[in-house]
């Protein structure tokens, strides 16, 4: 499973991602979920609009943080 949250901060929004094994087998009982946090300026909103900005963001964290991607698919 991956969560996704987006929070708004003093001067844009902190995306937060989080990929966590829904998997309740014994085999995935020790499975840990994997989270990673990046910010986005409001400049940089201001340039791609919020979704423009959120959706490039996303695309670089799921690249970047392999780990996370692995673990929402577990």
């Given at each position: 499973?991956?969560?996704v949250?987006?929070y708004?901060?003093?001067?844009?929004?902190?995306?937060?991602?989080?990929?966590v094994?829904?998997?309740?087998?014994?085999d995935?009982?020790?499975?840990r979920?994997?989270s990673?946090?990046?910010?986005?300026?409001?400049?940089?909103?201001?340039?791609?609009?919020?979704?423009?900005?959120?959706?490039?963001?996303?695309?670089?964290?799921?690249?970047?943080?392999?780990?996370?991607?692995?673990?929402?698919?577990?």
């Amino acid at each position: 499973m991956l969560r996704v949250q987006a929070y708004p901060v003093m001067d844009g929004v902190e995306l937060y991602v989080a990929g966590v094994c829904s998997q309740g087998a014994p085999d995935h009982r020790y499975h840990r979920g994997t989270s990673v946090s990046r910010y986005i300026s409001s400049e940089d909103i201001a340039k791609r609009g919020l979704e423009g900005a959120l959706a490039y963001e996303m695309t670089i964290l799921l690249h970047e943080y392999t780990e996370v991607t692995n673990m929402a698919r577990c």
